[in-house]
């Protein structure tokens, strides 16, 4: 199981693994973009880091999909720490942090008494963070405050870089902040004007998904979604980490809703994709026979044991579709059309064995074969000539 889920995370993800058939006309259509787990403005962030960055990334994304098996929370979760550590993790030297930039970045940090207490500082700085939001502020202004503190953190990691105690405290303070932008990023795009505007669009957004989603998708997801309310107004001051907490769980019901359904998209397609080669060989096998009608009495008999072996596949083939549908019951007139299309060739198997049989009985007794002939499939072939 977790080899084709590998390759449905991979290609919702990270658009590095299209998932298709060789039949195109059911070709696994899964690149969901990158709204799942990954969204489009982080995508386009990572396509600008260095090379060895980005491959670092698919790695570990790679490798963390057998978390599926266990739970898609348990994945979500991963992939939050992977983007988060990743693209925390740029060397100073690519991204040109000179000696005169940090020691400017110090002086605006507190002044120390006892020696620099750059570390400490940036973790004030986050602290503060909370006091320094106004209710109104737009998500491009909780983007562009978040960008500073991870700037800032940057500036200090790579003041720091020579002392790993202070380097591993100050990089868990820039996956905290990367972490904690990522809900803003997301919503760039969207008509929201402030926090609590963008905590009811996303949230009222999720309800409505989750009500057209498959019940097997949305059973635990919508018990979660209904304990997500919106937070309560303080009468002092205004504190939006409840509403960023809030926006990142809601976020994550919806990715966890639209991965669960690729799943069950690409098993049940993968299930029609059987079913429509399992036709297509019968299709072949019959054209076969009726080409065979003329040639030599081992092509024929080759011809009659080839269609003979596709008989039983009407059972095999209607056991993929009827699962495919209750796999995805969008998958419903997919399987009709198929199923129609196995009936129609099937009602042929019999005649074109009749035929074959009766061009075989023709060149034993080398009189020409005719061409109107009934029955087969171990029966009798009866034709126009029989007296």
């Given at each position: 199981?977790?080899?084709?889920?590998?390759?449905?995370v991979?290609?919702?993800?990270?658009?590095?693994?299209?998932v298709?058939?060789?039949t195109?006309?059911?070709?696994?259509?899964?690149?969901?973009?990158?709204n799942v787990?990954?969204?489009?403005?982080?995508?386009?962030?990572?396509?600008?880091?260095?090379?060895?960055?980005?491959m670092?990334?698919?790695?570990?994304l790679?490798?963390?999909?057998?978390?599926?098996?266990?739970?898609?929370?348990?994945?979500?979760?991963?992939?939050?720490?992977?983007?988060?550590?990743?693209?925390?993790?740029?060397?100073?030297?690519?991204?040109?942090?000179?000696?005169?930039?940090?020691?400017?970045?110090?002086?605006?940090?507190?002044?120390w008494?006892?020696?620099?207490?750059?570390?400490?500082?940036?973790?004030?700085s986050v602290?503060?963070?909370?006091?320094?939001v106004?209710?109104?502020?737009?998500?491009?202004?909780?983007?562009?405050?978040?960008?500073?503190?991870?700037?800032?953190?940057?500036?200090?990691?790579?003041a720091?870089?020579?002392?790993?105690?202070?380097?591993?405290e100050?990089?868990?303070?820039?996956?905290?902040?990367?972490?904690?932008?990522?809900?803003?990023?997301?919503?760039?795009?969207?008509?929201?004007?402030?926090?609590?505007?963008?905590?009811?669009?996303?949230?009222?957004?999720?309800?409505?998904?989750?009500s057209?989603?498959?019940?097997?998708?949305?059973a635990?997801?919508?018990v979660?979604?209904?304990?997500?309310?919106?937070?309560?107004k303080?009468?002092?001051?205004?504190?939006?980490?409840?509403?960023?907490?809030?926006?990142?769980?809601?976020?994550?019901i919806?990715?966890?809703?639209?991965?669960?359904?690729?799943?069950?998209?690409?098993?049940?397609?993968?299930k029609?994709?059987?079913?429509?080669?399992?036709?297509?060989?019968?299709?072949?096998?019959i054209?076969?026979?009726?080409?065979a009608?003329?040639?030599?009495?081992?092509g024929?008999?080759?011809?009659?044991?080839s269609?003979?072996a596709?008989?039983?596949?009407k059972?095999?083939?209607?056991?993929?579709?009827?699962?495919?549908?209750?796999?995805?019951?969008?998958?419903?007139?997919?399987?009709?059309?198929?199923?129609?299309?196995?009936r129609?060739l099937?009602?042929?198997?019999?005649?074109?064995?009749?035929?074959?049989?009766?061009?075989?009985?023709?060149?034993?007794?080398?009189?020409?074969?005719?061409?109107?002939?009934?029955?087969?499939?171990?029966?009798?072939?009866?034709c126009?000539?029989?007296?």
């Open positions: 199981m977790v080899t084709g889920i590998k390759k449905v991979l290609s919702l993800f990270i658009g590095l693994v299209f298709s058939s060789a195109p006309a059911f070709a696994l259509d899964l690149n969901l973009g990158l787990g990954v969204d489009k403005k982080t995508r386009a962030l990572i396509e600008k880091m260095p090379a060895e960055i980005r670092q990334i698919e790695k570990l790679a490798d963390a999909l057998p978390l599926i098996d266990k739970s898609v929370l348990l994945y979500l979760d991963r992939v939050d720490e992977i983007l988060a550590d990743r693209l925390s993790q740029i060397d100073c030297s690519l991204t040109g942090v000179s000696k005169t930039a940090t020691e400017e970045l110090i002086t605006k940090l507190e002044p008494k006892n020696g620099p207490t750059i570390v400490a500082d940036l973790q004030k602290d503060d963070y909370p006091k320094k106004k209710k109104n502020f737009t998500p491009k202004q909780y983007r562009i405050k978040y960008a500073d503190l991870l700037n800032n953190a940057h500036t200090v990691a790579c720091v870089n020579s002392t790993p105690a202070a380097e591993d100050v990089m868990k303070i820039r996956v905290e902040l990367t972490s904690r932008i990522r809900p803003w990023v997301r919503l760039e795009d969207e008509t929201c004007v402030d926090a609590p505007g963008c905590f009811q669009l996303i949230r009222s957004r999720t309800a409505s998904e989750l057209l989603a498959d019940a097997r998708d949305s635990d997801p919508k979660r979604l209904d304990a997500i309310q919106l937070p309560e303080k009468l002092m001051h205004f504190d939006p980490i409840p509403y960023e907490k809030g926006l990142r769980s809601l976020y994550e919806a990715d966890e809703v639209k991965i669960k359904t690729a799943i069950r998209d690409i098993q049940a397609r993968q029609l994709v059987n079913a429509t080669r399992s036709i297509d060989e019968l299709d072949a096998s054209k076969s026979g009726q080409q009608v003329n040639t030599t009495i081992a024929i008999d080759a011809a009659i044991n269609l003979g596709h008989a039983a596949d059972s095999a083939i209607e056991t993929l579709l009827n699962s495919a549908v209750d796999i995805l019951p969008t998958a419903k007139s997919q399987s009709a059309a198929l199923w129609e299309k196995t129609l099937h009602e042929k198997i019999d005649p074109t064995i009749a035929s074959l049989r009766a061009s075989r009985v023709a060149l034993e007794n080398k009189i020409p074969p005719e061409k109107k002939c009934s029955g087969g499939g171990g029966k009798t072939p009866k126009d000539t029989d007296r």
